[in-house]
């Protein structure tokens, strides 16, 4: 739709101006610093920042009403820098000029509801929604837009020049950040560390396709991000890792979208996420707390963090009993089928022990809980997902089992709406399905395959004498015809099909 046949009231707010006075906040110190410089943690005490608007309060001002009509009005534009996580700019980066930003095609990713067999089986009604569908096939490209866009801000007003991005990644970070570098190129080049045999052959094929270099590093990802730490101390790099804040602000847009596809009414909704350096969760309980303190939803959701046993360490934060007593231990990770949250020491812990505390304070009663759950309930989750109709990722696998086990547990109710977040597309995991339908998984995943979810494909051998087609040599009429009746005969013997069968009239 065109800006001038929207409606009048609207106009004005349309297509958003700069604004805003965005500075970073150190979770730690509190103190406040200028975002002209690319920063990443506080100068004087280390912590981790969050970025912060001094005049939130203009939003405030705005009525609810009035941003939920725009927001949803921006759908109908067709103007590139507002049809992804921008359609939400005074809340992601106000400070961007439209010009700045970076847009693959992120975001608005669809919320498709379980099938009622599938709801059955889990215990309540939910939806996953399908960060898989982003550009590289994971909801890290909302922070990476983000992220991508600021320093493209940053270039474009001669505050910066030659950019070597860099970032460890148990996978999607570096895919994600390879992508937009590439597309900014030859601005900013990009380099990311991998944790050698810890990431997929299909993740790993991305950041080598977007032309990125690419180093392999031996140990986890908790060890490269130490290499990358250090790097950025020495060098001027520009940080990609959850660190940077500007990553979490581009996340917040997920929380948006959850917002606005429920017509902004959140009252008995749950949003799980699975944790492994903990960017997300923060982006989705900040997002959730931007837009109640605006005014755009009266209400938050009810907030489920969940992890595997074998990369536990929020998990067993929050099992303590609540109060001053708690003390964060980072533990030792073991293999995981939730690989890209294989993290035992996260980045963002000090964010999340700071966003919980106020997002329960904000909603009233305890809003933020987290479980924990088995490897092979992941990947039988996972499974029986896809199996009616999904394309989770292991992640989304681990929301579905997590979202039982707190139904179990009685941490969230059964007649409310859940949201699971599948962090990935299915096929960048596809090798942990194979190694379950194969029965291969190593002892250390402690994963048995449960035989009604496995599944192979069956070669089909001609009967001898039948005429084969081979590559470069095709049949005759004649051969083909009897090839094609021989091999019909075969399928239909294995699926059981009778001549003359009724499409209904299907036999065991
Ligand atoms: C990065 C990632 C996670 C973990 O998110 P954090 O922000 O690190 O907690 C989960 N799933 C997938 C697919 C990811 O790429
Ligand atoms: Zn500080």
Not at 28 to 35: D, K, P, R, T
Not at 166 to 174: K, R
Not at 282 to 288: L, N
Not at 452 to 466: I, R, S, Y
Request: aromatic letters at 8%.
């Amino acid at each position: 739709m065109k800006p001038e046949d929207f409606p009048e009231d609207l106009r004005d707010l349309l297509i958003p101006e700069p604004g805003g006075q965005l500075v970073y906040r150190c979770i730690g110190c509190g103190a406040q610093h200028s975002i002209e410089n690319l920063l990443y943690t506080c100068p004087d005490c280390r912590q981790v920042l969050l970025i912060e608007d001094l005049a939130f309060g203009r939003l405030a001002a705005v009525p609810g009403h009035r941003w939920r009509r725009l927001f949803d009005h921006r759908k109908m534009l067709t103007l590139p820098a507002l049809k992804g996580i921008y359609r939400f700019h005074e809340f992601i980066g106000p400070v961007l000029p439209l010009e700045a930003v970076v847009y693959l095609g992120e975001g608005g990713t669809p919320m498709v509801e379980a099938n009622a067999r599938l709801q059955e089986m889990a215990g309540m009604r939910f939806f996953f929604k399908n960060d898989g569908q982003n550009p590289s096939a994971s909801f890290k490209d909302r922070g990476m837009a983000s992220a991508l866009s600021y320093i493209h801000y940053l270039l474009r007003s001669g505050r910066l020049e030659n950019v070597l991005a860099v970032c460890a990644s148990t996978g999607d970070t570096s895919a994600a950040a390879a992508l937009y570098a590439a597309y900014l190129q030859p601005a900013i080049r990009s380099a990311v560390l991998l944790p050698r045999g810890k990431v997929t052959p299909q993740q790993l094929a991305q950041p080598l396709g977007s032309g990125a270099r690419v180093f392999e590093i031996p140990g986890v990802f908790d060890d490269c991000m130490k290499v990358v730490e250090a790097l950025s101390e020495r060098y001027p790099v520009a940080l990609l890792n959850s660190k940077n804040a500007w990553r979490i602000l581009g996340q917040e847009s997920y929380s948006y979208e959850i917002a606005q596809d429920f017509e902004y009414d959140l009252s008995d909704k749950v949003v799980v996420v699975p944790i492994g350096n903990a960017g997300n969760i923060t982006a989705v309980m900040s997002g959730f707390m931007k837009f109640l303190r605006a005014g755009v939803t009266d209400t938050l959701p009810h907030i489920l963090g969940v992890q595997s046993e074998h990369a536990d360490p929020v998990y067993r934060y929050y099992a303590q009993p609540p109060g001053d007593g708690r003390r964060f231990t980072p533990v030792t990770v073991r293999p995981s089928v939730a690989q890209a949250a294989m993290i035992g020491n996260p980045v963002s812990m000090p964010r999340v022990i700071r966003l919980a505390q106020d997002y329960d304070r904000l909603a009233g009663r305890q809003a933020v809980s987290f479980v924990r759950v088995s490897e092979q309930q992941i990947m039988d989750w996972q499974l029986t997902a896809n199996r009616n109709g999904h394309i989770a990722c292991t992640h989304g696998g681990e929301c579905l089992a997590g979202l039982v086990a707190a139904l179990e547990q009685g941490l969230v109710d059964a007649s409310h709406t859940a949201v699971l977040d599948s962090t990935a597309h299915a096929l960048k995991f596809a090798g942990f399905q194979q190694m379950y339908f194969d029965n291969r998984f190593p002892p250390e995943f402690e994963v048995v395959p449960r035989a009604e979810l496995a599944n192979a494909p069956l070669a089909v051998h001609p009967a001898e004498g039948v005429p084969v087609p081979r590559p470069g040599k095709p049949l005759s009429d004649r051969d083909l015809a009897c090839f094609a009746s021989e091999v019909a005969e075969h399928i239909a013997g294995v699926l059981g099909l009778s001549v003359g069968d009724a499409a209904d009239d299907r036999r065991d």
